[in-house]
């Protein structure tokens, strides 16, 4: 009879777990349409001019589904960026200590490559211009851990204000060129960056 009850007892959880598994599914596919549907919007229109009503149309989701998953569209908004915060830190978080400035622009680059779309509503007309400032400033202390390995004759008041005007410089640079449907290649991108910045530290 135990032995019984135990197998019975595994083939419900086996059951159940297909079930947790299946509804992961749905949500993280809920979601996706969602979020796909959102960043198409955001670059037509800010956030603020977007309806949940033409969202869940474009996504073919119903309202309730949305609710389900998210205040309003600001908190979409808000996850989108919070999880392109969280690659680009991640990655660079192993790119930064060790690397040389060449392997660092380049996997700037590629990360932004790699979440094009996510890239192209967040630095275009509509997205929200604070955030690549909030990203770039918390890239200051590691960065600037890197160019002293390079310069370390410069005082930390000299490479700080070097940062502020590089990182600038860069995010107008990267802006643009995702703006203009990434035309040129992020090798080419990557060095121009790698290059004003030797240039910036040649200077100083």
């Given at each position: 009879?135990s032995?019984?009850?135990?197998?019975?007892?595994?083939?419900?959880?086996?059951?159940?777990?297909?079930?947790?598994?299946?509804?992961?599914?749905?949500?993280?596919?809920?979601?996706?349409?969602?979020?796909?549907?959102?960043?198409?919007?955001?670059?037509?229109?800010?956030?603020?001019?977007?309806?949940?009503?033409?969202?869940?149309?474009?996504?073919?989701v119903?309202?309730?589904?949305?609710?389900?998953?998210?205040?309003?569209?600001?908190?979409?908004?808000?996850?989108?960026?919070?999880?392109?915060?969280?690659?680009?830190?991640?990655?660079?978080?192993?790119?930064?200590?060790?690397?040389?400035?060449?392997?660092?622009?380049?996997?700037?680059?590629?990360?932004?490559?790699?979440?094009?779309?996510?890239?192209?509503?967040?630095?275009?007309?509509?997205?929200?211009?604070?955030?690549?400032?909030?990203v770039?400033?918390?890239?200051?202390?590691?960065?600037?851990?890197?160019?002293?390995?390079?310069?370390?004759?410069?005082?930390?008041?000299?490479?700080?204000?070097?940062?502020?005007?590089?990182?600038?410089?860069?995010?107008?640079?990267?802006?643009?060129?995702?703006?203009?449907?990434?035309?040129?290649?992020?090798?080419?991108?990557?060095?121009?960056i790698?290059?004003?910045?030797?240039?910036?530290?040649?200077?100083?």
């Amino acid at each position: 009879m135990s032995g019984r009850g135990g197998d019975r007892r595994a083939s419900a959880e086996r059951v159940e777990g297909g079930k947790t598994m299946k509804q992961d599914h749905r949500i993280r596919l809920t979601k996706l349409l969602l979020r796909e549907a959102f960043l198409d919007l955001l670059v037509e229109k800010p956030v603020a001019k977007i309806t949940v009503k033409e969202l869940c149309e474009q996504a073919n989701v119903n309202r309730a589904t949305f609710y389900a998953h998210y205040r309003d569209l600001f908190d979409l908004h808000e996850e989108i960026e919070r999880e392109l915060a969280h690659t680009i830190m991640r990655s660079l978080s192993t790119t930064l200590p060790d690397q040389s400035l060449s392997v660092f622009s380049n996997e700037i680059c590629r990360i932004i490559v790699d979440n094009e779309r996510s890239c192209q509503a967040i630095f275009g007309e509509h997205g929200d211009p604070e955030f690549p400032l909030r990203v770039v400033e918390t890239l200051r202390e590691s960065s600037i851990a890197l160019w002293r390995r390079q310069r370390p004759d410069l005082p930390e008041a000299e490479l700080d204000r070097l940062y502020t005007f590089m990182a600038n410089g860069c995010l107008s640079v990267i802006r643009s060129w995702v703006r203009n449907d990434m035309a040129d290649s992020p090798q080419d991108i990557a060095r121009f960056i790698e290059k004003m910045t030797d240039s910036g530290l040649a200077a100083l």
